[in-house]
């Protein structure tokens, strides 16, 4: 899959999609079974372990906090967790990384864990490790798509370029979606390494679209954001309604596009986007 270095367009839309939450059904059974219970477990927090991940995932899922960073979600659940349950030792520390560190990774972690002056950062770092290692295990029947996101980036693919952009490591977004018959709709991969999303929006816009032809399809406000900074229109895919999304996607949101009217229609469906993850469901 090439890069974006090597992309020449070949049509004259751009769809940029994003993956986890996205098309693939990965969110939810990564903060389920992976970070809630890792962090449980690495915190010693079973006394209150079902209220703790209820907020876990309302926090990461279904809040418009959805999608935020890892490190940036810990620090706002262990916050929670030392007002309400147990002291949370050293957690300014972690709240002041998460807040003010240039890169939120867990090398960067390691590297400040070194002269911490309390636990909580390397009790982070282990907690991450944790996660990776939780999410490595899933098995391949977990990582699926959506029903009807096949049929959505097929539809796209019809009138449009089409771009990976997420966050996620490339060789994982790329094995997932080869292993589920995606690619083929697929014109060029842009993954962490290749810079934020925002960044790699940047640099597609440079290939020489028209203006009010790239659309950004994403599930998290940082996909809305993504697509905002860049001056390009955002398509939503509603969490707890992914299928119904994607069938919007094809018979709604495509054709406003071609037919260059989708400055309107954007504004009903980030309505929807921010009720959708503003209401307690």
């Known amino acids: 899959m090439i890069r974006i270095s090597d ?13 986890d939450g996205c098309v693939m059904d990965t969110m939810d059974v990564k903060h389920y079974r992976c970070f809630g219970p890792c962090m449980v477990t690495e915190w010693h927090l079973d006394p209150w372990k079902d209220a703790i991940l209820d907020r876990w995932n309302q926090i990461n899922l279904y809040s418009l906090t959805r999608g935020i960073n890892r490190f940036k979600g810990l620090a706002l659940a262990l916050t929670e967790i030392d007002a309400k349950y147990t002291p949370i030792e050293g957690l300014k520390e ?7 560190a240039p890169e939120l990774s867990n090398a960067a972690l390691s590297k400040a864990a070194e002269t911490a002056q309390g636990p909580c950062l390397a009790k982070a770092l ?12 899933l098995p391949e029947s977990d990582k699926k798509p ?11 693919h019809s009138i449009a370029d089409v771009a990976i952009v997420s966050s996620a490591n490339r060789e994982a977004v790329e094995e997932e979606w080869n292993r589920c018959g995606l690619l083929d709709s697929v014109d060029i991969l842009c993954c962490q390494d290749a810079g934020t999303k925002a960044s790699c929006i940047a640099q597609l816009k440079t290939k020489g679209y028209e203006e009010g032809h790239i659309l950004m399809v994403g599930d998290a406000p940082g996909d ?18 992914e299928s119904e999304s994607w069938e919007e996607f094809v018979h709604g949101a495509l054709p406003a596009l071609a037919g260059n009217q989708y400055a309107s229609y954007e504004e009903k469906v980030i309505a929807r986007f921010t009720e959708n993850l503003s209401t307690d469901q």
């Open 7 to 19: 992309f020449t367009p070949g049509k004259p839309f751009l769809v940029c999609i994003d993956s």
């Open 126 to 137: 282990a907690w991450s490790n944790q996660v990776n290692a939780a999410i490595g295990a």
């Open 146 to 156: 959506f029903a009807g996101a096949a049929k959505g980036l097929a539809s796209a």
């Open 224 to 241: 809305l954001d993504a697509a905002r900074k860049n001056g390009v229109f955002f398509y939503p895919i509603l969490v707890r309604n």
């Open 94 to 100: 972690l709240k002041d990384w998460a807040e003010q």
